[in-house]
């Protein structure tokens, strides 16, 4: 089995910074994308980072400029570094990857964390 881990979330003062982390463990032959997605109460979750394997990134219009996603080596984990905060940006943090497993790499599979919650004070 595969599993996504996220960590870093907390309580930010309006313009403060966080880092959240997501690592991928189990049965994983070899992760192709990473995303970071956000959903506040009421919201749809929404895109707000993807890292390719490749190291392509791209970034919703609203934290473009503010927030970087980025992998380590391995390319196991993932962060994404939140700098310039606003309140608007509170919500769970997810973190997603499509990746090929061990027992079966012909076929491409999706995976989510379980949430981080992000909150920036006024």
């Known amino acids: 089995q595969v599993q996504l881990v996220e960590s870093g979330g907390g309580f930010v003062q309006s313009g403060g910074s966080l880092r959240l982390s997501c690592t991928a463990s189990g049965s994983i032959f070899s992760i192709n994308s990473m995303r970071w997605y956000r959903q506040a109460p009421g919201n749809q979750r929404e895109l707000v980072a993807v890292?390719?394997?490749?190291?392509?990134?791209n970034y919703g219009d609203s934290v473009k400029g503010r927030f970087t996603i980025s992998r380590d080596n391995a390319k196991t984990t993932v962060y994404l570094q939140m700098n310039s905060l606003k309140p608007e940006d509170t919500a769970v943090y997810y973190c997603?990857?499509?990746?090929?497993?061990?027992?079966?790499?012909?076929?491409?599979?999706?995976?989510w964390g379980q949430g981080t919650q992000v909150t920036v004070s006024s």
């Open positions: 890292i390719t394997s490749g190291g392509s990134t």
């Open positions: 997603n990857a499509d990746l090929w497993r061990r027992d079966n790499y012909r076929m491409r599979y999706e995976y």
